[in-house]
Structure formats: C-alpha cells, structure tokens
C-alpha cells in the first residue's frame, strides 16, 4: 500500500490550497481516509477522516467549518480542501489509511495502519 500526498505550500492567511492523497496497491473501499499534521516542536494531531464505506466525515474542531475531506472512489483519491487559513495551520500534512474498525480509533494516529511522506503547509501572516 502506498499513500502520496501532494498539494502543499506557502500561502497568505485567509487563503485556500488543496492536499490531494493517491493511494495505491490494494482496493480502499473499506478504509478510513485521514489527514494528520505536525507543526513545528507540537505532536501530531487529526484535522479530518472520511469512511469511504458511507461517505461519513469528522472533522477536529480547529478545522470544522473551513476544511473539507472528500474522496474520489473512482480514482482512489482522497482530496482536503482548506480554505480560510490561518497561520497556526502551518505544519506537515500527512494522509493515512486504515481498514474501517469503528468510531472509538478514528481520531487516533496510533490507530492507522498506512501513512504517507508528509506535504508542507505554510501560512504567513
């Protein structure tokens, strides 16, 4: 399974860029999609997962209202729209995939199986 994140880079605060996440190698259409970041000296936290079984989606309260996950089933794609950023959304985004288990783990990092290399997302003020 591999998992490419792309999309990053520098944008202006209250700007918008999208991460798109190209997973191969097996068929995700049990899986939960998620992005995580990492800024800078913090730990990794979830931003968004989507379960590509029903389409649910859940967001981290910091990003509810201004970034979107959705998934391409078709192309098995899983894109995060981020619109009015902000600089504290300065950090490494990284996409990961996991078979669906329940709700309990879906915001645990710990949880996913498969991860990708990280795309940089910078916000400057």
């Known amino acids: 399974v591999q998992l490419q994140a792309s999309g990053g880079g520098l944008v202006q605060a209250g700007g918008s860029l999208r991460l798109s996440c190209a997973a191969s190698?097996?068929?995700?259409?049990?899986?939960?999609m998620a992005w995580f970041r990492q800024a800078p000296g913090k730990e990794r936290e979830f931003v968004a997962t989507?379960?590509?079984?029903?389409?649910?989606?859940y967001y981290a309260d910091s990003v509810k209202g201004r970034f979107t996950i959705s998934s391409d089933n078709a192309k098995n794609t899983v894109l995060l729209q981020m619109n009015s950023l902000k600089s504290e959304d300065t950090a490494v985004y990284y996409c990961?995939?996991?078979?669906?288990?329940?709700?309990?783990?879906?915001?645990?990092?710990?949880?996913?199986?498969?991860w990708g290399q990280g795309t940089l997302v910078t916000v400057s003020s």
């Open positions: 190698g097996r068929t995700f259409s049990r899986y939960v």
């Open positions: 989507i379960r590509r079984s029903s389409g649910h989606t």
């Open positions: 990961a995939a996991k078979p669906d288990r329940g709700l309990p783990t879906i915001r645990d990092g710990g949880s996913y199986d498969y």
